[in-house]
């Protein structure tokens, strides 16, 4: 396929423009608003503009002014420019005193609209239940502006465990350590995969200064064949959880 190489192009638009003759970044929309309006004005058909006045809408219908506006426009403006690329903005301004009303209807042939900003935030969480079944991990799409603490009941309507059952850790350096996101937002995140792990009961892991290992996770998830054995038994699992995580 043949190539075009548009170096008398730019050749001509920095005889006319020194700030594009340069190499350095220039911003496109100005390049565009300035190859527009240049062809508008050797495209216009108009060669003699007459003095237009823009008149008060009085309170006039909106149709009626901006049919005014434009007419107003034409009688200087001609070209093909004008009629793929030119609109009118409709601006309307009150006063706080007497509310009189003032509407106008300016000439645009370019709009400058924000690029809309990311706000999801992918989260990966593998689900680690008691009964042994095989981890099953799932995707989140949340808002980056979220706190952590809106993981757990995500999770609860996928898996059906209580949030109140749910513990996250978090695996950094082959440690695997319980982390609180209550006051803290997703984007906050140093990684995307968290993992969870279903509790018998709730709060059987305090988060505390100290890290916690996996022994102190393991200890806090009661065996399902056990479970029978530690209401039965005053020294439980869950009692010795508490004592044993604490004073690491």
């Known amino acids: 396929a043949k190539t075009i190489a548009p170096i008398k192009l730019r050749w001509t638009v920095g005889k006319y423009r020194p700030n594009f003759a340069s190499f350095q970044q220039q911003d496109s929309q100005e390049l565009l608003v300035f190859l527009l309006d240049g062809l508008h004005e050797d495209l216009n058909r108009v060669t003699d503009k007459p003095y237009t006045e823009l008149k008060d809408s009085a309170g006039r219908p909106d149709l009626e002014v901006s049919s005014e506006a434009w ?57 680690i ?21 809106a993981i757990p009941p995500r999770l609860a309507r996928l898996t059906g465990v209580p949030p109140q059952n749910i513990v996250l850790v978090d695996i950094i350096q082959s440690q695997i350590r319980v982390i609180s996101l209550h006051d803290h937002k997703l984007r906050s995140l140093s990684t995307s995969t968290l993992f969870a792990y279903e509790l018998s009961k709730p709060g059987e892991v305090k988060v505390s200064s100290s890290e916690k290992t996996l022994p102190d996770i393991q200890r806090c998830s009661v065996n399902p064949k056990d479970k029978g054995k530690a209401d039965q038994s005053p020294g439980s699992a869950e009692e010795s959880c508490v004592g044993e995580g604490e004073g690491r």
């Not at 809309?116 to 990966?124: A, G, K, L, Q």
């Not at 239940?129 to 603490?149: H, I």
Request: glycine share 6%; net charge negative.
């Open 71 to 127: 007419d107003n426009h034409v009688l200087r403006n001609k070209s093909i420019i004008v009629d793929l690329f030119h609109g009118q903005l409709k601006s309307k301004v009150t006063c706080k005193v007497c509310q009189h009303e003032s509407v106008r209807f300016d000439p645009f042939f370019n709009l400058s609209l924000p690029l809309p900003m990311e706000r999801c935030v992918s989260i990966e969480v593998v689900m």
């Open 129 to 149: 239940l008691q009964d042994g079944s095989t981890p099953v991990k799932y995707g989140l799409a949340m808002d980056m502006e979220e706190k952590g603490s």
